[in-house]
C-alpha cells in the first residue's frame, strides 16, 4: 500500500484474490454441509489452512512472533476465524442464501466502523459511499433474484461472525505492522484450528465415509447425477 493510503498494483492485486476466494467460500460452504457437521467442516478448513500455511512459511523461511505474542494472536485466531466459521457453518444450515449474503456483507462497514473506533482511522466519504453502494448492491441482487430474505434466529449467528471478522481484520493491523503478514496469519490460523478442534472430533470418520461415498457414487454417475447426502448430517433447509 502506498503510503498515502492509496492501494498501488500489488496491493490491489491481494484484494481480487481475496475478494474472489472469499466471496466462492459461500455456496462451498452450504454445498460441504451436506456431507459434514458445521464443527467438522469448521475443523477441517482450518486445519487444512494450517498444514498448507506451514509449508509456505518453510518454503519462505519466514520467522515466526516472539512468543510473548504467541498469547493474544492465538486468542485473535480463536475469536476471528474459529467462531467465525463455527457461527457461518451453523446458520447456512438453516437461514436462506439471500438472508446470508445480505448480513455477510456488512463485515465491510462493520470493519469501518471497528477501525474507527480502536484505531481512529476515519474512512474517508469516498470509502463510506463505496461501501453503501456494495450494500445496496447486495440487497438488490438478491431482491430481483427472488430469493426468500426472511430472518430467522440463526441469522443471528451471522451477526456474530461479522463482528468476530471485524474484530480479527482490526486487531490484526497493528500486529502485522510489527511481525510481518505471514507471520501473524500463520500463529491466528493456529489459532482457529485449536479453537475449533472440540467441535471436529468426528471428521476423520465423516472423512471416511466420505471416501466411500464418493467412490460409490462415481459408480452410478454413469446413469444420474446423484448430489451427495449423508443421513448423519442431513437437516432442514440444506438444499442436498
Given at each position: ?143 430481483t433474484s427472488g430469493r426468500s430474505m426472511h430472518f430467522q434466529p440463526r441469522a443471528l449467528l451471522v451477526l456474530v461472525s461479522v463482528l468476530a471478522a471485524a474484530v480479527y481484520f482490526t486487531v490484526q493491523k497493528s500486529w502485522t505492522q510489527r511481525h510481518g503478514a505471514e507471520a501473524v ?56
Open positions: 500500500m502506498h503510503p498515502s493510503g492509496h492501494l498501488d498494483a500489488r496491493a490491489l492485486s491481494y484484494v481480487a484474490v481475496a475478494v474472489l476466494s472469499w466471496s466462492s467460500a459461500y455456496a462451498l460452504i452450504a454445498y460441504a454441509l451436506c456431507a459434514f457437521t458445521p464443527g467438522e467442516l469448521a475443523f477441517g478448513r482450518l486445519r487444512l489452512a494450517r498444514s498448507l500455511f506451514l509449508v509456505y512459511l518453510r518454503v519462505r523461511r519466514i520467522a515466526l512472533p516472539p512468543r510473548v505474542a504467541w498469547p493474544p494472536l492465538l486468542a485473535l485466531g480463536v475469536v476471528g476465524l474459529a467462531v467465525y466459521h463455527r457461527c457461518l457453518n451453523l446458520a447456512e444450515t438453516r437461514i436462506a442464501s439471500g438472508t446470508a449474503a445480505i448480513l455477510i456483507a456488512l463485515i465491510t462497514g462493520a470493519t469501518a466502523a471497528a477501525s474507527a473506533l480502536w484505531l481512529r482511522e476515519r474512512p474517508p466519504a469516498r470509502t463510506l459511499g463505496g461501501l453503501a453502494l456494495a450494500l445496496a448492491g447486495v440487497v438488490l441482487v438478491v431482491w496469519t500463520a500463529v491466528t490460523i493456529l489459532g482457529g484450528a485449536l479453537g475449533a478442534a472440540p467441535f471436529g472430533l468426528d471428521l476423520p470418520h465423516a472423512l471416511e465415509l466420505l471416501g466411500g461415498a464418493v467412490v460409490i457414487s462415481g459408480v452410478i454417475l454413469a446413469n444420474s447425477r446423484p448430489r451427495l447426502r449423508l443421513e448423519r448430517t442431513s437437516q432442514p433447509g440444506l438444499d442436498c
